[in-house]
């Protein structure tokens, strides 16, 4: 080994097998990683390195680690060097790319290599399949089809699974296409959507996990290829049949019973459950998608009409099998379940599917929906154990995509909004289970669940409305004192969805802050805690100004106890609740802002600390952050409060700017803003001299949301800005950068601005000496190619300001400024491009300095460049006055008319009679509208609009790619 290693390590390398071997084996070896690793990065460039390295993870002779490192270094040549690339500035290295030699080497056998791969490396080669038919189909590897349908052909199972991964990749690649760049895609699936319908009816029967893999990953490219276009060429009514049965038979299929000794938690990841999930939501992405009369577009209208008739009857009876199974205890996948409800939330929208499923629905809501929506086993067990886990999984926003919890409020809630008498039946079963004497706290969390989830569609219905008052004191009030802890968090959940609620007697009210408040404190469970501080904010926000009273007494409190929760449980949904209370007890609370906010940055740093968490994370840091900014903004006209939270908040920015944290750059630059916009400290000037530094290393993309910041820093104390040149050249040098970089021309206006208000801002305070740097920089980007008017008036702005600042400064400047293909001197150039541009002048500022401007012109009639545009100074400037007429009106016109709330107003006109269906105003037809529009509008403008308009990326469940 030794030898081998000092072959490999050695001068000449020789390029086989067994050697590349040898070098990724030593990148395992902690002891040999760093040398392996230096060795690698000198031969991959070679010719022939692409090849060899797939052949050792081919290799069976090669240990299985070996070929993971093997296979893992493909992935990431692959991914980052497939492609030719430019050099990143000019006169740099080429960056590397595979040979094109090795890149038809790889092309001719990764099929194979996927199709004979273990599956550990199976996922990593499928990568690479992705990344080459993004660049090479069909251009150069057209092979890849006849590949796959050789594989098919065969009667060997063996080579389908891995083939059928390899064109699971070809599909997603056009997922998200528009029919008119599918032409490849449907020309390849011409040949094989036949030969995956003949597999798949062929391996139906046999229930083997060999078996059931391959039909679900069938499943998984005919729901790429139709979820976003259906190729009625391609799938005709007769071949969307035949696809149909084969969703219906499988959504049906009982799953084998040996599933049920594998443990619950896991029993979702077995392959026959995945199988069926994928049945489902198929069938209910084509549903939603294509057979909803009224919410498709035009070239859908006759197929989804037929598609209701046709299918209806079928694919619900399997669905209700589904929940019927549940319903007798049999177990249920939960995403089989969420996307049963799903289809069925569907059908009720249609006067056809309606008629169906009317009958059952009374029962759907009492024998599914109602065990769903209450307290579970599972939920008591996560309360005991581990009650933060609990709070941060019910107020997971990303669990609502796939919890069957949220289907089934979904269903209930569109079942009573949209169907008549619905609503009436529920209510009377849910008031009969909560008033019945034997009835469970599991089963009182339920009816109360599934009644807070219609409190919008209770509170327009007169008949309910008057009696809601009633409802919360004699059902929720006596739950607060429940010896079940999710009972009195139910009862915060419940007054926070009825907060809306319009109390005829105030002592009613003065009890539900009482309650809610004495749970926020006193409470000993935190699940409680959370949803009392929740219920607190919502009611304080619908009842305004005459709520503050019943919290002042203890608001201190209450702040202290809100802090110490968001701290422990890190939840994100607090920190609103927490800005809530600091914008509505501002007063009370400027004895202890600078508390509150010792105690967020605290926090903050403790969030950072666990910050490998991932999003939800990352979604409280922001909202703490954005509370800290909220302080900060209603202290603002405090200056003792706002100077002494300011070294508190400085210790936040510190940490984000000099940790290079750049998913909370723009929260910092922001609270820098804040922390400059009335007064400049020491320490904040400091901050600028960090600020200056981040830009260097890695804030070229945040120079905009630094923007607001630095204008304050030259406008707040300009004195100050003006005693060191190091700001100015600070300033300077970011513009700079900004207008030679290629940032894209927004960040480039910003830019040009900062120039402009340096220039202004210092009028009168000598600054000569910046003058023909500016001056020059600006013009230097207008002779490069500018592509919008934005940009090119900011630049001209520049100019003008010059000219406001000092006319003869500016024209000895331009007059030693030589620019390549500008004879006969720059100014001219400058004055003509200007009064050509002078309408697309907007807005009150950019307008005033346009006129004055003009008037300095007017004031040259000696100058050349001026005087041969005369006739064009007087109409410029009217057409700016009328400009700026306008915007002042528009300025004045600006105090938006309230418009009155009717709560009653609508609800019933909702109502759809059982032969309705419902319309979708905002969905298709409206899209295909606005976008003729955008054609028509192109069609006479003289160049293409590229742009179009397009419904969201349904989830597709990328997450799930190799599920």
């Not at 992405?285 to 009857?313: A, D, I, M």
């Not at 919890?403 to 009969?432: F, I």
């Not at 346009?850 to 460049?865: A, E, K, R, T, Y």
Request: proline letters at 5%; charged letters at 25%; a negative charge.
């Amino acid at each position: 080994l030794d030898s081998l290693l000092q072959e490999c390590f050695g001068r000449y390398f020789r390029m086989d097998v067994k050697s590349l071997s040898e070098l990724l084996k030593g990148t395992i070896d902690p002891t040999l990683r760093n040398e392996a690793e230096k060795k690698l990065a000198e031969v991959h460039k070679i010719i022939g390195f692409g090849p060899i390295l797939l052949q050792v993870v081919m290799s069976n002779e090669v240990e299985l680690p070996v070929r993971q490192a093997a296979v893992i270094y493909l992935k990431n040549m692959v991914s980052g060097s497939w492609v030719d690339r430019e050099p990143d500035t000019p006169g740099a290295p080429v960056p590397f790319s595979v040979h094109e030699q090795d890149r038809a080497l790889i092309r001719d056998n990764v099929v194979d290599a996927v199709v004979l791969a273990p599956d550990i490396i199976r996922i990593q080669l499928a990568v690479c399949v992705s990344q080459i038919v993004k660049h090479d189909f069909p251009g150069r590897w057209p092979q890849i089809v006849d590949k796959i349908t050789i594989y098919l052909q065969n009667p060997d199972p063996a080579g389908w699974l891995g083939s059928l991964l390899c064109l699971y990749q070809l599909v997603k690649n056009y997922e998200y296409k528009k029919s008119e760049e599918r032409g490849p895609l449907r020309e390849a699936m011409n040949l094989l959507l036949p030969q995956l319908y003949g597999i798949i009816t062929q391996l139906m029967p046999d229930e083997s996990q060999q078996a059931v893999s391959v039909q679900k990953q069938i499943l998984k490219i005919y729901f790429a290829l139709t979820q976003y276009v259906l190729p009625l060429d391609l799938i005709t009514k007769e071949v969307f049949s035949q696809w149909m049965e084969v969703l219906r038979v499988i959504a049906e299929s009982d799953v084998p019973a040996h599933t049920l000794q594998v443990d619950e938690e896991e029993r979702p990841q077995l392959i026959w459950w995945k199988r069926k999930k994928w049945a489902l939501h198929t069938l209910t992405r084509l549903f939603e998608r294509y057979g909803s009369p009224g919410s498709v577009t035009k070239e859908y209208k006759e197929f989804s009409e037929w598609y209701l008739k046709t299918f209806s009857g079928g694919i619900l009876a399997s669905m209700l099998k589904n929940l019927d199974q549940f319903r007798q205890k049999v177990y249920v996948s939960p995403r089989v379940m969420q996307q049963a409800l799903n289809y069925i939330n569907t059908s009720i929208s249609h006067a056809h599917s309606w008629k169906l499923i009317k009958p059952h629905m009374l029962q759907i809501i009492q024998d599914i929906v109602f065990p769903l929506m209450s307290y579970s086993e599972s939920d008591a067990e996560l309360w005991d154990t581990d009650p933060y886990e609990y709070i941060r999984i019910k107020f997971d926003i990303f669990e609502d995509f796939v919890s069957p919890v949220t289907a089934a409020q979904t269903l209930l809630h569109s079942a009573c909004k949209k169907r008549k008498e619905m609503l009436q039946k529920t209510m009377n079963l849910l008031l009969s289970i909560i008033q019945t004497a034997g009835t469970t706290p599991s089963q009182k969390d339920g009816a109360l669940h599934m009644i807070g989830t219609m409190a919008d569609i209770l509170l327009k219905k007169p008949v309910y409305k008057e009696q809601m008052e009633k409802f919360l004191v004699e059902i929720c009030f006596p739950e607060f004192n429940s010896p079940h802890g999710h009972l009195r968090a139910r009862a915060c959940w419940v007054l926070h969805y009825f907060s809306d609620v319009k109390y005829k007697n105030e002592q009613v009210l003065a009890e539900a802050f009482r309650l809610t408040v004495n749970s926020l404190l006193h409470d000993k469970e935190p699940p409680v805690k959370v949803e009392a501080a929740i219920a607190v904010q919502m009611m304080l926000s619908s009842k305004g100004e005459s709520a503050r009273k019943y919290l002042e007494p203890q608001i201190r409190e209450i702040t202290l106890e809100l802090l110490k929760i968001i701290r422990e449980t890190e939840n994100d949904d607090l920190t609103s609740v927490m800005q809530k209370i600091v914008c509505t007890y501002t007063e009370q609370l400027v004895p202890v802002a600078v508390d509150i906010c010792q105690h967020l940055v605290g926090t903050f740093a403790q969030v950072l600390e666990s910050a490998d968490a991932g999003d939800e994370k990352a979604i409280t840091a922001m909202g703490l952050l954005n509370t800290m900014e909220t302080i900060l903004a209603v202290m603002e006209d405090r200056p003792e409060v706002h100077g002494a939270l300011e070294p508190v908040i400085l210790q936040a920015i510190h940490h984000i700017f000099t940790n290079s944290i750049m998913e909370f750059y723009e929260e910092a630059m922001s609270l820098s803003c804040d922390l400059t916009t009335k007064h400049i400290s020491q320490d904040m000037w400091k901050m600028l001299e960090v600020m200056y530094t981040v830009f260097q290393r890695d804030g070229f993309d945040y120079f905009s949301d630094m923007m607001p910041a630095l204008h304050n820093y030259i406008t707040v104390d300009t004195k100050a800005f003006l005693s060191s040149p190091d700001y100015m050249m600070a300033m300077y040098n970011m513009s700079k950068a900004m207008l030679e970089g290629d940032p894209g021309e927004d960040p480039e206006c910003h830019a040009a601005k900062l120039l402009e208000v340096i220039i202004l801002q210092c009028k009168g305070m000598n600054i000569d000496q910046v003058i023909p740097i500016f001056v020059e920089l600006v013009l230097k980007r207008l002779t490069r190619e500018v592509k919008t008017s934005e940009l090119r008036t900011m630049c001209i702005q520049v100019i003008i300001a010059a000219l406001f600042y000092n006319p003869a400064l500016l024209l000895d400047t331009l007059e030693k400024i030589q620019i390549p293909g500008m004879p006969g001197g720059v100014f001219g150039h400058f004055v003509q491009q200007w009064i050509h541009d002078t309408d697309c002048f907007i807005g009150l500022h950019d307008r005033k300095l346009c006129v004055l401007g003009l008037v300095h012109l007017m004031q040259m009639p000696d100058n050349q460049s001026v005087t041969g545009h005369a006739q064009q100074l007087v109409p410029s400037a009217l057409l700016l006055f009328d400009g700026l007429k306008r915007a002042y009106a528009a300025r004045n016109d600006d105090e938006s008319s309230e418009e009155g709330d009717s709560d009653e107003e609508g609800i019933d006109s909702e109502l759809l009679d059982s032969d309705e269906d419902e319309i979708d105003d905002e969905g298709q037809a409206y899209l295909e509208s606005l976008q003729e529009k955008v054609n028509k509008s192109s069609a006479g403008s003289g160049f293409t609009v590229k742009a179009s308009i397009e419904d969201e990326e349904s989830d597709s469940d990328s997450d799930d790619d190799y599920d």
